[in-house]
């Protein structure tokens, strides 16, 4: 098949490679210049046959709104638009509403895999009406993995985006919860070889995953993991999805307790827990540390 793809960068640029050794021509655009195949949104859309489809891989939030609406204006009738960022999923109704106005149909689409995606394929969740991802359907044969998993059409128009981020907030979880194994292991003078305790969990147990392979990795590269401060971003998902539970009334509890953990990640000093100190210092005299001064010694408490 003929496909425009926007959005060249880590993922974007390794999705065009897969879909070109699949045998597809891949019409790319980006805001660099080196490594683009068309000038402009109209240059790439002149280049495609129709039915035209558009895959849109940009940040969530302005720069996906922006593309969309621009492609409102270039495409036509029976035209088919991807988005493939990490959109909220309300968003995705919003802009099937849009395009269909002009009908230009549109298929949103959770895609997992990372930099790792070249070679081993994606996860791809999808949604949107049939007539409209059958026209897509060969783009996503080319990029999920081989075998008989990892790829599905997920529901109507918002389904792909929503599984993503469920996808994502378990992600967080699982996470959070090796980083404290981890951590406990370290802490604890107990186990002689942390890393390949770690190691040999992954296989023949029920908690081996991919990100336990990955975490095994970064230890063997740096086995205290030194020089990387302990600070996480969120991207979005996370609270998402925490956002979503609160909604419909589902508790999600270690997601939550994650996306939380990464919060506190980000600060060097709580003024929660001086919050906290101050109130237990009043109720029970209890010690608080205090800030050294210049030249001195803090509190010990």
Known sequence: ????????????????????????????????????????????????????????????????????????????????????????????????????????????????????????????????????????????????????????????VGAGHFSKMVHNGIEYAIMQSYAEGWELLQKVDMVDNVTEVLRSWREGTVIRSWLLDLLVAALDDKPNLEGIRGYAEDSGEGRWTVEAGIEHAVATPAITAALYARFVSRQDDSPAMKAVAAMRNQFGGHAVQTEPPVGGDANPG
Not at 100 to 127: K, P
């Open 1 to 156: 098949m003929d496909i425009g793809l926007v959005g060249l960068g880590k993922m974007g640029g390794n999705m065009r490679e897969r879909m070109r050794r699949a045998g597809h021509t891949v019409v790319g655009y980006d805001h660099n210049p080196d490594v683009r195949d068309a000038d402009s949104l109209a240059d790439l859309v002149d280049k495609l046959p129709s039915p035209k489809v558009v895959w849109v891989m940009v940040p969530a939030g302005d720069p996906t709104r922006e593309t969309v609406t621009a492609l409102r204006d270039l495409l036509g009738e029976g035209d088919v638009v991807v988005d493939g960022g990490n959109s909220r999923w309300t968003d995705d109704l919003l802009h099937a509403e849009q395009l269909a106005e002009r009908g230009i149909g549109f298929v949103d689409c959770g895609v997992s895999g990372g930099v790792w995606g070249l070679e081993n394929g994606y996860a791809l969740m999808y949604g949107g009406e049939p007539e409209h991802v059958v026209k897509v359907q060969p783009a996503f044969d080319a990029l999920k993995p081989e075998g008989e998993f990892g790829s599905v059409h997920a529901g109507k």
